[in-house]
């Protein structure tokens, strides 16, 4: 576990919840038990979604969708999460208008 690379996924992902929500909206962070000493982060927000078409890019390096984006969040999140943490990082689901869950799946001991 490298808690400070961990730490700055959480944040990003929390960044790019607020990004996509403009003045107001809500960001949930829920921890889940899954089967097979799996556990999951969601972190859901509010916001303006992603279109369907779009969500295979958004781990990609240079995508955003922002004028001051480097689109290196999600890219640079999905190595530290795969690389040091043995885990994964997708998105859960995105709705236009509703809001996005991003997960990230971990082992447990
Ligand atoms: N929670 C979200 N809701 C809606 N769109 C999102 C969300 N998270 C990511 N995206 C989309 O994915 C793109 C890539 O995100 P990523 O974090 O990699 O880059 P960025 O936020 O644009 O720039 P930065 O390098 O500063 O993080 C965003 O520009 C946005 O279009
Ligand atoms: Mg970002």
Redesign the pocket.
């Known amino acids: 576990m490298h808690a400070p690379l961990f730490e700055w996924v959480i944040e ?1 992902l929390c ?3 607020v ?2 929500m403009g003045s107001s909206g809500t960001i949930a962070i829920k921890i889940l038990r899954g089967s097979d000493h799996k556990v999951f982060i969601d972190i859901s ?1 509010t ?4 279109p369907k078409a ?1 969500i295979a890019n ?1 781990f990609r390096p240079g ?4 004028k001051r ?7 640079l999140a999905k190595r530290i999460i795969e690389m040091y943490h043995e885990g994964k990082i997708y998105v859960k689901s ?1 709705d236009e208008n509703q809001g ?1 869950t ?1 997960r990230v799946e971990l082992k447990s001991a």
């Open positions: 990003n960044k790019n919840a990004d996509a927000d916001g303006k979604g992603i779009l958004v995508f955003t969708t922002k984006g480097w689109g290196l969040g999600l890219a995105s996005t991003f």
